[in-house]
Structure formats: structure tokens, C-alpha cells
């Protein structure tokens, strides 16, 4: 049953990221970017992330995406042209990045051959531990041994507010 | 008990360092007053030394100050110290003496020179130096007086820089030393190598359980390796060239450093080291063989030169022949009289040629003198006494110790050198007196003056100065004391056959003889010392001085015949002579020689290989390439800084994918 | 049950699809997008391994992956609004003024 949802929601992903690749409209990328991330929230709870389900969903899908998109009506970004002289060196590159990629992926698949047998996923309780992925482990975990990080983390968002709002200034 | 002997080289250095460094500013007076009386009072101490000297019990010679240590590496030392023997000391009175002597009749010459302080300041230098060389008590505190004296040589040869035939003479005195100083240098790491350190008594106590070397060895290689750095010093075969160059100096440097004093290094050298010589009989034979071919290869060049200055040059470097002849034969003691006698009549036939030149207004070539006798009175007599005295005349100084080397020579079996010897004497008379007669009998063949401008310039070889005229008595005085000193000089050496008492020899037999036991060869250096023990050999000494006389005799009657009384016939002479008579004036060629043999071979593989090869090809080219190297990588690594973002992006790209590569592999590892 | 490489390729996947999207996209916004889509992938690979070897800092590591991106989003796209206000374009290859 989680393969066979696996499977669908891995499709869905895939298929919404090429999307993003394939279309010139810039909205259009950005929604079929939500759609990866909505999927992808699913696949979370499919392993159980609860809570990074949830914040994938808020956060990400809610309030990021949606900025992208409040900028793109904004900057009334058009279609993409075709500019004679694009790249090169990117295309150059990026193909063989991709392949790269995908070679990287393929290769640990067949290295880790043992991870074929691991079997993942399925509600806390299947697995026999009870809250795991839920908001009371994660924030016993947040607030105890990653406190620090939090703390700087909450520092870098006061910092990329200030940035946001100085750069984006209109100038007098 | 220390007698302060280092008082007697610092006095000059002070002196050469005050008007080196002040001079400029000085007076003449005060210039005079600072050089001449530092060196008087190097001269009046060193006779105060003398005195002391004669009062100390015969096992404090050597007398041996020791001042300070100079270097200390490992088991080597060498220190600032000074060995006081008879030897140093005839040296010491020698320098001192005839040096002042020098300093008061430079005063009267260079009277109207530029760069007067500058003269003096170079002079003080040189006694310094000298002094060092002397009283040294170390090979390598020797070697350090050794350039030292190359280098006020330099300096002076050099005095009139501005002309290039001075400066050129000035380098090529330098480089020639230095050839013979590379074997010097040899020779002093070979002992260093084998004796530990260059202490003189170290190394001559470590010598004596040596014994007589009859082939090749390590004390022949280190008497010959000695013998090549005295060549240079002392402008033997094949290292004389740059004697005769070195009269572009002032005269009275040419009496100083070239005659009396500097040139006698090498024979001071060679004495100082008798010990390793009593036991290397084959270096002391090249020794021998190369004095006694010097001394007649240079009396057959001074035959023919025209300049006077030039005559006299190529007869030091005769008579120095003859001394090394004298070491040669181990006749060290004869070797040290006849440099005695020499430093007096040589630095008087220069200064009386300085004195002719001067009054000429610098006319050096003899062929423009003449008649000369009635102008110059004192200079004339002077020069008499002088010109007697180098032919070998007794009872003038030089016949003593020239016959006493040949006498030494011929009893210790060599014949053939003997032979060579004395028709070197006879050269020597000959073209002394030709000097003498071409220069103070006959007609003025001087050029008429046009103006009365005073010709003092420079003393170059060119031009009259109207009515040649005496010299300024501060000149002829010095001239008078060593014409006194030829006349008598000798008689400290008179041999016992003659009815003296050989003091000399005695005077010096402790330093010759200190190691002799070691020798058990019967050396010669044991037997000049005794008077002949039997008639047979005293006739034969006697003979061979009578045969001396009547050489000296021959010399003066052919100089007489052929400049005197018919002096026509040097010219037919020399046109039927032709192509002999041009090679022998042209001094065998030898400069043209080592120019090309030498000198053109090193400046071409200096310009093609190493100047052009390696400096402008290598290490230009290294350079270069390294430099343009690093522009065209920057050149080619610009290219990834294209402004446009997404070129960016794709470097970021691969960096990202090269690096996680590596982490991938480094993690399956 | 789901294998655990098959979580792996599929973020690979998902991070190679970012990486193209990064380097052949002419618009600034979907460029950004392209790596919003790299970061998506990251977290998946982080929650994958976070419920296999039931580490819950698998889990923060993605939270604070997220705030970042967030953080990184809003100074970005202000960046982008000022290059648009002065270049008049969203084109990537018009943002050239450092050119050689």
C-alpha cells in the first residue's frame, strides 16, 4: 500500500519538477512548484514526518510559494524570450551536471544494494514507536540539544527581514 | 716582554686612513706632515726595535707577539700576531727606510699633481700592508698583506685613472697577481689540510720530521703551489707582463713598490717558507731554473727598450730572477742581501730617472735625451753611483751580493746556471751603461721648448720643457742617501775569501738553519754559511769573481763603443738584424701571445656562452617565461569571470558535481 | 513497505531536475525556483534517512533547512526586485554588465 502510494505521489513529483523545467510562463513553473511540494508533504507523512509535513505545507507551499508568486504578478514577468546568445558554458555544463546527477543517484542505488532490502515508512504505530515525527519529540529535540541553532536561526530571519525591506526600498 | 710591534703598521694605516678620509681638505703641508710623519716614525721605532732586538738572548728569537685571535673554527685558528726574526727585521728596515725615503722625494715630484692626498693616503696604504706582510706571523695574516700590497699597486699604477693606458696597466697588475695568487691559495689550503693551521712556527715544527722529498710529494706540490704565487708577486716567468705596464704610475711608486719593496714579496715568501723548500729539492730547482731564465730573458728585452722606465722595469724583474736563483740554490741568505742591495740601487736608479724625467718636463724616451750631465750634476753622479753598482763594480754594494749568489750557485754544482748567470750579468752591465750614456753623454737630442708653459703634467712621455734643469733638493737629498747606502750597503756581506767576515750571513744563519738537523741530505743550505774550508775553493771563488768583474767590464765597454764612440751603428745593428732585432723590441711578443692564447679564448666564452647562453638565454628566458607564463594562465582563467550570470552558474554547477564526486569516493573508500 | 534507495532516487531525481532547471532557465524567478526545487530534494533525502535510522534530527535539520530557504527567499527575490526597477528585465543573460 505505501509502495503503491509512493509510487503515485513519486510520479506527480517528477512529473509537476519537468513541468517546472518545460514551461516559459514563470507562473507556470511556480505552480507546478507547489505541486512538488505538496507531494512531497505527502511523501513526509508516508514516513512519518508529521510535523515536517505540516511545516512543508505551511511554511514552504504557504508562504514562500506564495511570495514567489505575489513577485511575479508584481514584476509582470512575461514569457521567456529566445535570446540568440544564451550560455554556453550552462548548457555546456548543466547537461552533463544533470547526468551527473542522476549517475550519482544511480550508482549509490546499486552501491548500497543492502538499502534495497531496509524497508522505511508506515505510521509510528506500525513500526512499534509511538510519536515519532510529532511535535512534542521534535520540539523536546529543538529546544534542548539544537537550541543554539534556533537561536541563530531566529537571528538570521531578523536579519533577512532588514535586508528584505532595505533592498527592496523604493528610493526617495 | 713585548716590544709593541704593532705600533709599526698601524702608524702608516692611521696616516693612510687621515688623509684618505680628510685629505681633501688639507694643505699640502698638512698631507706632507701626516704621511711622512707616520712613516718616519714607523722608521724611527723600527730602529728602536732594532736595538732591542740585537739585546735578547738567542732563544727569544723568533720574538713573537700574539694580539688577538681572528678566526677560530674548529681546530683552525689564525690570529693577529707578529714573528720578529732577523729576517722580518732586515725586511722591516728595509721597507721603513727606503719607504721614507720615498715619501720625502715624492713630496719634491708630485709637487704639482692633482689628487696629491689621495697619493700620499695610497703610499701610507701600502707601507701598511707591507709592514703586515712582513711581520706577519701567519700564512694567512701574510696573505692579507700579500693583496693588500696588490691593491695599492693597483691603486697607484692607476693614479692618473683618467688615462686609459694607466687604468689598464693598473687592472692588468691586479689580474696577474691573482693568477699567482690562485696557486698561493692552494698551497695554503694544502697546508691548512696537512699541518692543521698557518701559524709559522706550527707549521715549520710540523714540517721538520718531513724528510728530504727526492720525488714528488706533498711539501714539493706545496713549494711549487708557493713558487707560482711568488711568480705573480714577484713578475717571474710566465707572470712578469705586468711589470713593465705598472711605470704608467708615478715614478717614485715605480722606485717604491715595483723595485724595492712589493716585487720582493715573493722572495720574502719563498725564504720564510725555507723549511718546506730544505725539504722539496725539486721545488727548489724550479725555483732556480725559473729565476735564473727570468733574469736573462728580461736583461735580453731591456737591451733594446727605448723608454727609460721600461729599461729599468724589465732589470727588477732581472735581478729579482737572480734572487729567486738565489733561493733556489738555498742560498737564502745571499737571496735576502742581494734583495737588501737591490732595494738600495734600484730605488736610486728610479729616483734619479724620476729625477730626469721631472727635469725634462716628462720626457721619458731615451732617444730624445742625451747630454744630460751637464744640466743635472747631482743626478748625473747619483746615477753613476747607481748604474756601477747594478753592473756589479766592486766595491759597490751589489757586486757582493750578485757574486755571492753565483758563487753559491757554482759551488753547489750548477754549472749551466751559473753560466746563464753571469751572461745575464754581463747583459745587465750593458744595457745599464747604454742607458747611462744614452741618457748623460753626447748631444741634447731633447725637442726645443716653444713656450715656457710648464710641462709638469701628468709626466707623460711626450714633449720638452725647454733647458732641462735639476731637480728641487727635497728629490736629490733621498737620491744622495741611497747613492751612500749602494756604496756601503754592501760591505755588511763581504765573503771571508775578500777578507770580511760574511756578518751578513751570520747575522741571518738562525733563521735557515733552525730546522736543518731534519735534512739529511747534506743540504746546501748548511754549507754557504762556513768560510771555504780549504784553498782550492777559495781560488775558485775568487776566480769566479774576477770572471764577474770582467763581465761587468765587457758590458761597459760594449755600451761605450756603441753609444759612445760610434753611435751609428746601434741603427745598422738593428737594420741588419731585421725581423730578430723587431721580435726582441717587441718583447718576444709575449702580450700578444697571452692575449690571443688566453685572454681572447675567456672573453669569448665569456660573450657567447656565458653572457648570451646562459644569463640572457637561461636565466633571462626563465624569467621571461615564467613571468609570460603566468599572464597567459591568468589570460586563459579570466575567461571563467564572463559577467554573464549563467556561465556562473554553470562553474558553480561543476564545482558542485566535482566535489561531491570526491566526497562520494572518498566515502566508499 | 517503500525501500529506502528508492526514496534516494527519487531525490536525486528531483535535485537533478533543480540543477538543469538552474543553468538553462533565462528567468531570474524560475532560476530561483530551480533551487527552491534542489532544497525540496535535500530535505526529502534528510526525512528518508531521519525515519530509518529513527534520528528525529533528521527532522530539525529539515526545519531549519526550511528557514533558511524562507530567509534565503525573501532577500532574493527583494534583490531581484531591485535589479528589475534599475535592468527593466528579467532576463538573466541582460544582467551582463561586468561583461569582458
Given amino acids: 500500500m505505501h509502495l503503491v502510494l509512493f509510487f503515485i505521489f513519486g510520479a506527480v513529483c517528477v512529473g509537476a519538477a519537468i513541468n517546472l523545467l518545460v514551461q516559459k510562463h514563470p507562473i507556470n513553473s511556480a505552480l507546478s512548484l507547489i505541486v512538488v511540494m505538496g507531494s512531497l508533504a505527502l511523501l513526509y507523512l508516508l514516513l512519518g514526518a508529521e510535523f515536517v509535513a505540516a511545516v512543508q505545507i505551511i511554511v514552504y507551499a504557504g508562504a514562500v510559494m506564495v511570495l514567489f508568486v505575489f513577485t511575479i504578478m508584481l514584476l509582470n514577468a512575461g514569457e521567456e524570450e529566445v535570446l540568440p546568445h544564451s550560455s554556453r558554458v550552462a548548457i555546456v555544463l548543466g547537461v552533463p551536471g544533470l547526468i551527473a546527477g542522476l549517475a550519482i543517484g544511480v550508482w549509490v542505488l546499486g552501491r548500497f544494494a543492502g538499502l534495497d532490502r531496509i524497508s522505511i515508512g508506515g505510521p509510528a504505530i506500525l513500526n512499534g514507536t509511538e510519536g515519532f515525527g510529532n511535535p512534542q519529540a521534535i520540539a523536546h529535540l529543538l529546544f534542548r540539544d539544537f537550541l543554539l541553532p534556533f537561536e541563530v536561526t531566529s537571528i538570521l530571519i531578523l536579519i533577512a527581514i532588514m535586508g528584505a525591506v532595505v533592498l527592496a526600498r523604493r528610493e526617495e | ?669 | 513497505m517503500v525501500p529506502l534507495s528508492y526514496y534516494l532516487v527519487l531525490s536525486a531525481i528531483l535535485f537533478a531536475c533543480g540543477v538543469t532547471g538552474f543553468l538553462i532557465k533565462r528567468n531570474i524567478i524560475t532560476i530561483f525556483m530551480s533551487i527552491e526545487l534542489m532544497l525540496n530534494a535535500v530535505n526529502l533525502t534528510f526525512v528518508a534517512f531521519a525515519a530509518e535510522l529513527r534520528a528525529l534530527s533528521g527532522h530539525v535539520f529539515v526545519f531549519f533547512v526550511m528557514v533558511v530557504a524562507a530567509a534565503e527567499t525573501a532577500v532574493g527575490l527583494a534583490i531581484i526586485i531591485s535589479v528589475f526597477r534599475t535592468r527593466e528585465t528579467l532576463n538573466v543573460d541582460r544582467v551582463n554588465l561586468l561583461k569582458l
Avoid at chain 2, 757554482?410 to 746556471?417: I, M
Fill in chain 2, 1 to 669: 716582554m713585548s716590544l709593541h710591534l704593532w705600533i709599526i703598521p698601524l702608524l702608516p694605516l692611521a696616516g693612510a686612513a687621515i688623509n684618505g678620509l680628510l685629505g681633501k681638505r688639507f694643505s699640502k703641508a698638512l698631507v706632507n706632515t701626516i704621511a711622512l710623519g707616520t712613516t718616519a716614525a714607523a722608521f724611527g721605532y723600527a730602529l728602536y726595535v732594532t736595538v732591542r732586538f740585537l739585546g735578547l738572548p738567542a732563544d727569544q728569537i723568533p720574538h713573537i707577539e700574539r694580539y688577538a685571535t681572528w678566526i677560530s673554527a674548529g681546530t683552525f685558528f689564525a690570529e693577529y700576531g707578529i714573528y720578529l726574526d732577523q729576517l722580518s727585521l732586515v725586511m722591516l728596515l728595509i721597507v721603513t727606510g727606503v719607504g721614507f725615503l720615498i715619501h720625502i722625494y715624492s713630496i719634491g715630484y708630485m709637487e704639482h699633481e692633482g689628487g696629491y692626498y689621495r697619493y700620499f693616503a695610497y703610499l701610507n696604504l701600502f707601507m701598511f700592508f707591507m709592514l703586515t706582510l712582513i711581520l706577519a706571523n701567519n700564512y694567512l695574516l701574510l696573505f692579507v698583506g700579500w693583496e693588500g700590497v696588490g691593491l695599492s699597486s693597483y691603486l697607484l699604477i692607476g693614479f692618473w685613472f683618467l688615462k686609459d693606458s694607466a687604468a689598464d696597466a693598473g687592472k692588468k697588475a691586479f689580474i696577474t697577481n691573482r693568477v699567482g695568487d690562485f696557486g698561493f691559495l692552494i698551497a695554503l689550503f694544502l697546508l691548512i689540510k696537512h699541518f692543521g693551521n698557518l701559524q709559522y712556527e706550527h707549521v715549520f715544527n710540523a714540517v721538520s720530521p718531513y724528510p728530504v722529498e727526492v720525488t714528488a710529494g706533498l711539501l714539493t706540490a706545496i713549494g711549487l703551489l708557493l713558487l707560482v704565487g711568488a711568480i705573480g708577486k714577484s713578475a717571474q716567468i710566465p707572470l712578469y707582463v705586468w711589470l713593465p705596464d705598472a711605470m704608467e704610475g708615478p715614478t717614485p711608486v715605480s722606485a717604491l713598490i715595483h723595485a724595492a719593496t712589493m716585487v720582493t714579496a715573493g722572495v720574502y715568501m719563498l725564504e720564510r717558507s725555507n723549511p718546506i723548500f730544505d725539504r722539496a729539492p725539486i721545488a727548489l730547482m724550479a725555483v732556480a731554473v725559473i729565476g735564473t731564465l727570468t733574469a736573462i730573458f728580461a736583461a735580453s728585452i731591456g737591451i733594446l727598450q727605448t723608454d727609460i722606465k721600461k729599461v729599468l722595469a724589465y732589470s727588477t724583474i732581472s735581478q729579482l730572477g737572480y734572487m729567486f736563483m738565489g733561493v733556489g740554490v738555498a742560498a737564502y741568505g745571499a737571496g735576502i742581501f742581494h734583495l737588501m742591495t737591490h732595494a738600495f740601487f734600484k730605488a736610486l736608479l728610479f729616483l734619479s730617472a724620476g729625477a730626469i724625467i721631472h727635469g725634462l718636463g716628462g720626457e721619458q724616451d731615451m732617444r730624445h735625451m742625451g747630454g744630460l750631465r751637464k744640466y743635472m750634476p747631482y743626478t748625473f753622479w747619483c746615477m753613476t753611483i747607481a748604474t756601477f753598482t747594478i753592473a756589479g763594480f766592486p766595491p759597490l754594494a751589489a757586486f757582493f751580493s750578485k757574486d755571492e749568489i753565483l758563487w753559491k750557485t757554482w759551488a753547489r754544482g750548477d754549472h749551466v746556471l751559473w753560466l746563464i748567470g753571469i751572461i745575464a750579468a754581463g747583459m745587465t752591465s750593458f744595457y745599464m751603461f747604454r742607458l747611462w750614456f744614452l741618457t748623460f753623454f753626447g748631444q741634447y737630442r731633447g725637442a726645443q721648448a716653444e713656450d715656457s708653459a710648464h710641462g709638469h703634467d701628468g709626466h707623460d712621455a711626450r714633449g720638452g720643457h725647454g733647458t732641462p734643469h735639476e731637480s728641487p733638493m727635497v728629490m736629490i737629498i733621498p737620491l744622495m742617501i741611497l747613492a751612500l747606502l749602494s756604496c756601503v750597503g754592501g760591505w755588511v756581506g763581504i765573503p771571508t775569501v775578500l777578507g770580511g767576515s760574511d756578518r751578513f750571513d751570520h747575522f741571518l744563519d738562525p733563521v735557515f738553519h733552525s730546522t736543518a738537523e731534519a735534512a739529511p741530505g747534506g743540504e746546501a743550505a748548511a754549507m754557504p754559511a762556513e768560510a771555504p774550508a780549504n784553498h782550492e775553493e777559495a781560488s775558485t771563488e775568487l776566480a769566479l769573481m774576477v770572471i764577474s768583474v770582467a763581465v761587468a767590464a765587457i758590458g761597459f765597454f760594449g755600451a761605450w763603443f756603441l753609444y759612445y764612440k760610434r753611435p751609428e751603428l746601434p741603427a745598422q745593428l738593428a737594420k741588419s738584424a731585421g725581423g730578430l732585432y723587431t721580435f726582441v723590441l717587441d718583447k718576444y711578443k709575449v702580450d700578444e701571445f697571452y692575449s690571443a692564447a688566453i685572454i681572447k679564448p675567456i672573453v669569448l666564452v665569456s660573450t657567447n656562452v656565458l653572457w648570451k647562453g646562459i644569463d640572457a638565454t637561461l636565466i633571462d628566458g626563465a624569467v621571461d617565461e615564467s613571468a609570460s607564463g603566468a599572464k597567459d594562465i591568468s589570460d586563459g582563467m579570466r575567461q571563467m569571470q564572463s559577467g554573464n550570470i549563467r556561465s556562473y552558474a554553470g562553474w558553480v554547477a561543476f564545482g558542485a558535481a566535482v566535489v561531491i564526486a570526491f566526497m562520494v569516493w572518498k566515502g566508499v573508500r
